[in-house]
DNA sequence: TATCCTACAGTTGTATGCATGGAGACGTCA
DNA sequence: TGACGTCTCCATGCATACAACTGTAGGATA
């Protein structure tokens, strides 16, 4: 976590100040002060308010009133309500995609990736980094099939969070055996909700896109109920308030 | 549109650039300058650049790659689509209430809400400044309603967007003939989303809050099949591109 | 004792000058 | 004629000094 060798010194705040939050490093609550980070960060009050704002815009921080920045509070029903708002904005996209008719090279495109997927489930051990990466991109596509640039741009941003995003909580399963059975699941969801789709069942693919969602609100509950704290086996949550 | 008098030169800036945006003045596509709009507003570059910077943050600017902004352009489907975004938001609202249950309190500030509405289609010449401030209230309850934070943000995110505002429309209604038919349907409907939650009905209440945005979608379809121009006879639209 | 007033300290708001870096114009070379 | 390279200009990035504001603590007064 040194000196990071991004373009610009407002770049380079940026990311370090969201990766401080988002590790819990600055809890929610917590208000911000220019001087005080640009002391800390070795550069002037300019690039900190533009990381800042930028943070603001990715809904990280809130404005304070009266001018400062105050860490976002994110509670545990601020996860699972995030996640069940993905659900229902690609549940949107697959039912516009479905009533709009998907693009044949976006759906050519979906069928090879859901079969890398199935590539990946022949080898013994999982390749975690790479599913996440197509599981990503089915996402993506997914939402570029509504053929509606709102939805799209609204999407990214909720995904933006790094608990909301698809393939959240991958990297912190703690039980190997049931994460087989889990992603095996949401495959054939995959195949369900592009098939509804093939098939112009709009509302048949908004509940299967919806239903989909609901796997990474398990996954929540799931690693939230054990008896270790949250920090230690999933990374995602660190953020959460105490 | 002389000099407003508000705290900060940031804020006049705010809501000059916003105000330009909206009316059409600055169309899509448009980049924005730092040392032209200063000269312009008579201020200095820094104020511009926190104007700007939440400009952004509103979505009504794209951040170009390399720096500098850029007016988002809204084309006919970007507005459709927005206010189909905004019924599924509601709806989603609607159906959490349901769920969850609506806290007693709003119930009975909705339903105060709902006699305020009937009150004023008695007159003859309905109030249109007071029917446009019930009806947003009305929404607003319906999204906190949801006990959810994260939903009430989202919905307030989109309803910012003049064009996406459940009052969008209302003050530029040329026939006055529909406009009273067109606000007792609503008021039919915003009864029945209420019932729907009070029963605990949430498909339902999904359903009906997603039906009842597609009005203004209708107004908005609509008003573009008049020959006038757009800009004319309905001010939230002159932010459309050509 | 409660309230108001004042003064101060700390924080953000603003202006400005200089640094940096990218895009386009122009020219040269193959 | 086309492509490549360089040079210049202009917009943004950044630092810094100063201004304005806000909240608070302390004291004075009723």
Redesign the pocket.
Known sequence: MAAERS???????LITLRQRILNGELPGGT??????L?EAL??????????LSRLAEEALLDR??????IVRSFAVADVVDTIELRGVLEGTAARLAAERGAPPELLAETGAILRGIDTLFQIETIDMEGYSHLNSRFHDLLARMSQSEVLIREIARIIALPFASPSAFLDDQSRQTDLVKTLAAAQDQHRAVIEAITHREGSRAESLAREHARAARRNVEFLLSREATPKDGAPSLAILSA
Do not use: C, D, K
Not at 42 to 51: K, Q
Not at 64 to 69: C, Q
């Open positions: 373009s610009t010194h407002a770049h380079r705040a208000r911000l002060y220019e001087v005080a640009a070795g550069i002037s009050r300019t690039p900190v308010r533009a990381a304070n009133a009266g001018g400062g920045f």
